[in-house]
Each structure stands twice: as C-alpha cells, then as structure tokens.
C-alpha cells in the first residue's frame, strides 16, 4: 500500500520531552519512533582568574520523534508542538517535515476528528526553505564538523550514532581500515547556506575519499530551527535568537542572514537523481531489506536503533506501547530504486501481516560527492 504522508521530525530537549508525549496523547498518534540524540552547542568560560576567556563545544541531550501524519494537518500538528512546548525559545530544539510516498502493509489509522478539532487542515502546501544536511563519518570525527559549523552561526548540530555496513563486506581484509560505528551528524540550515556548509565540511572530513563517509541533503519545511549556537548569561532582555526569529518573521523567509552568495542561493545547480530509501522494521525484517538492496545495485547503509510508541492507546488510558525498531537508510541511483522496491514486494516485507514502512524520497548530493552515489 503507498500513500502520500507527511513525515514531521521533532528534535527536543530531554527537559521538554514530557510537554512533547502529553501533545502526541492529545492527537492519538498511532505510530511514533523515537531516538536518543544531542544537541552541540558553544559556552563561553573564563580562564584562571577571569583570565583568557575560552570558547569551548558542550552537548545537551535530547531525543528526537519522527512520526507520519495526513499532509492536510502537517502545519496544525507543528504548530500545536511548537505552542505547547515552547520550541521557539532559544535551545529546545527544533521540528521540520516533508511531503513523501509511504509504503507499507498495514494502512496507519488517525483519529481524523481530534486533529481536525486541534489541528485544522491546511489549505496551502508551505515551502521547503530549508536543507537538512544528512553527514555520516566514521566516530570520533562528529566534534571537529559540529564545531566549524558552530563557529558559522547557521545552526545547531543535531548528533546520533548508528553503524555502517555494505562498503566494509566488499573490502576483504581491508575492511578493517573502515570502523562499523558511525556519528550521524544532521545540519538545519538555510536553503542559501546550503553550499556554504558542504563546503565547510567536505574537506574537513575527507569525504571524497572512499570508506571517510557520505554527505546528503533534503530540502524540508522548518517552521522552528534551533539558533542557540551560545549558551551562557543573558544579558539582555532578548536573546539573539529571539531577535533573529523576529526578523525571519518580518521578512517573510531567512535569506537576509545568508552567509553564502546569491549565486548558491538561486538553487540553479544541477540536481542529483539520487533517491533515498528509508526503512524501519523488526532487525530480522530490515536485514532482509539490506540483503535485497545490496543484491540490486545499493552500496551501503547506515542502522540505527528506534524506539517505537503507540501514544493512540496511551490517549486512551492504557499502558504506553513501545517496541524496539531498527532504521536504515540508503542512497542509491534514481534507475536502481524501482528495482529495489519490486524485489521487496516479492520479499513480502510490505505484505498486511507486516508493519514495516519503507520511505522514498528525492536526495542531493555535493557535486564533488556525485560520481560515488
């Protein structure tokens, strides 16, 4: 079964997340799939005796819930998140989303009457101003791209582990060169930026050279975005953040804080036919869908753990469902897609007994990264 949904991310502060499972209860959302993440950030401290004042990176841990809902109620359900938590004030977090094609067997069922009451629907489809920069490098190396990024101003890194497989089975001994564990690393930034920080981090992290990593991105709506790239005393009565949502307000958009140049901005390089395939299921189900995947043109791909969440039932007064998952996203080639999904439908991985979703998405790569989709 393929349907169009809206898949909404919400990136929150572990002091928020309460306020964030009370809402998801208040809107009965069947299925939602949460993450153990940090937050990066820059704290100014004094040296020995107030001297030397040094700028040092610091973490904040949060969690992050991907969920899927009717298209109809993405601005509603984000905005009532963002009202109920507070998403706006400086370092709580952020919440994006993006229209895409859902398969899976057993159809998701929403209780269309609460989310009309609470949500409304949405009579325009909101534009994609943002980029979420998608980079996964070996572990260890997350810090250093987390703070050059910082020192740019432009977002909040978003940090999570996971592990690589693919590359690494095709290599022989050489395999050892490449270590399993990865820093999955999310940038949230300006459309006009987007160049600007492949640029920053591509070098940086040698990502075109075989076996350091990939780089992706996917444009997205982000009504909310995480700009508290210092935290310390406040000393005025509005933070910079404040001030800058203020201004992205008034202006209509965040190109006038662009660091990139209006050339990068116009969006006019040439795109990527790369595709994204995102599938979660039971370990035993999403193994299958590797094996396949690589069997019929996929070169790796990166796991990670999930939390599953029934929070309809929850809304109901029963006891909390949750269920562990495993995520794996791959990139592959725009032809080899079509391919992949056909020999996963005769797997039976999409068949009604199953509850396992499989995502598909257009993806861009940096031009120097093309040639190794």
């Known amino acids: 079964?393929?349907?169009?949904?809206?898949?909404?991310?919400?990136?929150?502060?572990?002091n928020i997340t309460g306020l964030l499972d009370k809402t998801l209860a208040d809107l009965a959302l069947p299925e939602v799939f949460v993450q153990r993440a940090k937050q990066m950030f820059l704290v100014d401290r004094r040296g020995l005796f107030g001297l030397h004042p040094a700028t040092k990176q610091d973490e904040s841990r949060a969690l992050f819930y991907r969920f899927y809902v009717?298209?109809?109620?993405?601005?509603?359900?984000m905005r009532r998140i963002t009202e109920a938590t507070d998403?706006?004030?400086?370092?709580?977090?952020?919440?994006?989303?993006?229209?895409?094609?859902?398969?899976?067997g057993t159809p998701l069922?929403?209780?269309?009457?609460?989310?009309e009451i609470l949500c409304g629907p949405a009579n325009s489809v909101p534009p994609e101003d943002y980029a979420l920069i998608c980079c996964t490098v070996p572990r260890g190396i997350g810090e250093s791209l987390s703070a050059a990024v910082l020192e740019l101003g432009v977002c909040v890194p978003?940090?999570?582990?996971?592990?690589?497989?693919g590359l690494r089975d095709k290599l022989g001994l050489l395999r050892i060169t490449i270590p399993v564990e990865k820093?999955?690393?999310?940038?949230?930034?300006?459309?006009?930026?987007?160049?600007l920080v492949e640029r920053t981090l591509i070098p940086r992290a040698r990502l075109d050279v075989p076996g350091h990593g990939f780089l992706?991105?996917?444009?997205?709506?982000?009504?909310?975005?995480?700009?508290r790239v210092r935290q310390g005393k406040r000393v005025h009565a509005a933070t910079m953040e404040q001030v800058i949502a203020a201004l992205d307000e008034v202006q209509g958009s965040s190109d006038w804080r662009r660091l990139g140049t209006k050339r990068s901005e116009s969006g006019k390089s040439k795109k990527d036919n790369a595709r994204g395939l995102f599938f979660i299921g039971e370990e035993e189900e999403v193994d299958s869908f590797r094996k396949i995947s690589m069997e019929n043109g996929a070169q790796g791909a990166t796991l990670n753990h999930l939390e599953m969440r029934s929070?309809?039932?929850?809304?109901?007064?029963?006891?909390?469902?949750?269920?562990?998952r495993e995520f794996c996203d791959i990139i592959v080639p725009a032809g080899v897609e079509e391919n992949i999904i056909t020999h996963i439908e005769e797997a039976g991985l999409l068949d009604s007994d199953k509850t396992c979703i499989l995502k598909s998405l257009p993806v861009e790569k940096p031009a120097s990264l093309r040639r190794r989709v």
């Open 70 to 77: 009717p298209p109809e109620y993405e601005q509603g359900v």
């Open 216 to 227: 992706y991105k996917i444009f997205v709506h982000a009504p909310v975005v995480n700009l």
């Open 1 to 14: 079964m393929q349907s169009n949904f809206s898949t909404i991310i919400c990136v929150a502060d572990v």
């Open 158 to 165: 978003v940090v999570f582990f996971g592990y690589g497989v």
């Open 87 to 104: 998403l706006k004030m400086g370092g709580r977090g952020c919440i994006f989303a993006q229209r895409n094609d859902i398969r899976r």
């Open 183 to 195: 820093e999955i690393i999310w940038f949230l930034v300006p459309r006009s930026d987007t160049e």
């Open 311 to 324: 929070y309809s039932a929850f809304a109901q007064g029963q006891t909390m469902e949750s269920h562990s």
């Open 109 to 115: 069922v929403f209780d269309k009457e609460k989310l």
